[in-house]
């Protein structure tokens, strides 16, 4: 999934509304990777226009799923020891990934 980022915009201190960089730079004349830059440094369009960035809900979402990685690493950890220390011959056993697993 596609977070497309957002920009506060700013006349003379002032919220004019949120955009995409792209609705912002056809909105001020200016292009898509001006906003993007003049967000991250904090430079004024013209004098006059900034840009701060919108932080969006798919992000605190997306950190939420790295908190797994420790619980899914811990049984997979807990599962190659099981097997391992089982005894079995693993080089009997053939592994095919089924169509479209990812």
């Known amino acids: 999934m596609t977070v497309t980022k957002r920009y506060k915009v700013y006349r003379r201190g002032k919220l004019i509304g949120e955009y995409t960089a ?5 909105m001020l004349k ?9 967000a991250s440094r904090g430079i004024k369009l013209y004098g ?3 840009y701060e960035v919108v932080v969006t809900e798919p992000l605190s979402k997306a950190a939420k799923l790295w908190s797994k990685c420790d619980e899914w690493s811990k049984e997979w950890e807990r599962t ?3 097997l391992l220390s089982s005894g079995v011959d693993l080089s009997r056993y053939v592994l095919k990934p089924v169509p479209g697993w990812r």
């Open 80 to 82: 190659r020891q099981q």
């Open 48 to 50: 006059e226009y900034t």
């Open 22 to 26: 792209v609705d912002a730079a056809d």
């Open 30 to 38: 200016c292009t898509p990777g001006t906003v993007r830059c003049y």
